[in-house]
């Protein structure tokens, strides 16, 4: 039986080698998306294996396949690119702070 736990530990593993690969400017995906593609196939061929998981594999393999899986990631959750959520959530950190200064919280 798959465990969470194991996906999680295979995942980071082929991240690592990912990172390896990647330049300053681009960051590779491939290993990642050859885990996930091998995972949504055998979820395919072997549900049983997989019934207690609750892993969107085509999903994640839709996601990682574009040209920027973060963006991709970030535009289904938020609506928003990974650079516009960090944009936005710097100015609500920077209205947070504004408004701790004069309103201190006792």
Do not use: C, W
Request: hydrophobic fraction near 30%; charged fraction near 35%.
């Amino acid at each position: 039986m798959i465990t969470k736990e194991m996906m999680f530990k295979e995942f980071y593993e082929e991240k690592e080698k990912d990172l390896k690969l990647s330049t300053d400017k681009k960051e590779v995906f491939t290993n990642r998306l050859k885990y996930l593609q091998e995972h949504a196939v055998a979820k395919k061929n072997n549900p049983s294996l997989y019934s207690h998981l609750d892993v969107k594999f085509d999903k994640l393999v839709e996601m990682y396949s574009s040209e920027s899986p973060i963006d991709s990631f970030y535009l289904k959750v938020f609506g928003k690119t990974y650079n516009e959520y960090l944009y936005q959530k710097q100015i609500e950190d920077n209205e947070n702070e504004a408004e701790e200064k004069y309103y201190p919280i006792n």
